[in-house]
């Protein structure tokens, strides 16, 4: 199995923690379970100290996804180990991960550590870990800057009290693919119980070179990688999987590795974070984004027209896209939508197939067209929907060229009605000004986005928001075949989230 190359994931943790990206539990799970769909080895599911919610998370991942390893972060501390633990204990199989920077920027000026201290403080807390559980992996924090005589002397010691995988980190972005590659091979020769280990890789993309340094790694003797979904993570983000992942799968003959991955979920696992965070993948991203693969020259057009290989290195149909199909229409019973969704791999509750009738049976009226990309954005609105506080109602907006935008809105809370009218330089602005004095939310929006979820000039408008609200971040989204009602439940979606979360719910 020397080929292998496993996938740890670890979107739920590092990409997770950047600005904009937060998650519910609930919303954790939803993307747990699609990520143990995709066929990834390991879910890093959070890190338990550092949060009520985080350890929550953790907690209800490792007692619902089986499929795959579950790990929790800790620092060489033992309360940190021990809430990781406490959390990670319901896990079919857990994997306690501790990390400690060993470079001497580090050491010095973050941590007042000397070597031999920070020697120690690793050894110590490894073998502590080990007496909970089998699964140890120690990460080598700012490994890329570490002396690495230094950096081999912690990783023997290491594996000597337990560690089963090693991480060497690139965590400020620094390396390059030649370099990162040689630390590597070093490591794999001057450590020598390091094949009682497995060798991982966890590179931040500040200079683009994530992916790259990734698979440097891997041909130099990693056999793990770390990574995230969409390529979120700290700063600039971490290793895209779907790069990683559909690089060692199209130049397998020339690199020879494989994963677990089912390469077919990829798409669908970077819509769903797309929808459950309401951050948007730019359209020319690798793999995933919208115009992977279009064709827009004609020479090109004409090109794949004739043989798909002219132009084409991997097909769409590979990470999952499909060909924009009619799939239904308004005479569509709800026997032929939940064919439907079950092909899409969606299995949904009595309930939850009732809402998702009702909302395409009204979409069915707007729009002559109901393509799986409209059915998704319906599954994802009722599936993984927070508490609905404030309903819209009834929004009624007045707008032109000539005219001082406005805007009437009615929501229902519960019993209770709310109408107010606003002014505001446009209409979906006087009507947000609405929703704001009706609920008390005083928000800023910060981030706004609108994609046609499919073609045509009926085509549904998908709408992205992010608020700010007393420091935190919350996401929006919502879609409509009018955009202005669309912009209006996105941003009510987002208020109904802040409302949510300071009820106390993680
Ligand atoms: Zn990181």
Redesign the pocket.
Known sequence: MDNRIFIFDTTLR?GEQAPGFSMTVDQKIRMAKQLEHLGVDTIEAGFPIASEGDFEAVKRVAKEVKGCRIAGLARTKKEDIDRAWEALKYAKNPLIHTFLATSDIHLEHKLQLSRQQALDMAIQNVRYAKSLTEYVEFSAEDAVRTDVAYLCQVIEAVIDVGATSINV?D?VGYSIPVEFGSIIRTIVERVPNINKAILSV?C?NDLGLAVANSIAAVQNGARQVECTINGI??RAG?ASLEEVVMILRTRKELLGFETGVNTTEIYRTSQLLTHLTGMAVQRNKAIVGANAFAHEAGIHQAGVIKDARTYEIMTPQSVGIRESSLVLGKHSGRHALEKRYSELGYSLTREELNRAYDAFKNLADKKKEIYDGDLIAIAEDKVTEIPETYVLENLQVNSGTQLTPTATVRLRCGEKVFEESSIGDGPVDAACKAIDSMTQVHAKLTDYSINAVTKGKDALGEVLIRIECEDSSYAGRAASTDIVEASVQAYLNAINRVVYQKKGKP
Do not use: I, L, R, V
Request: proline residues 12%.
């Open positions: 590092d980190p965590t966890h931040h993570g700290e971490n």
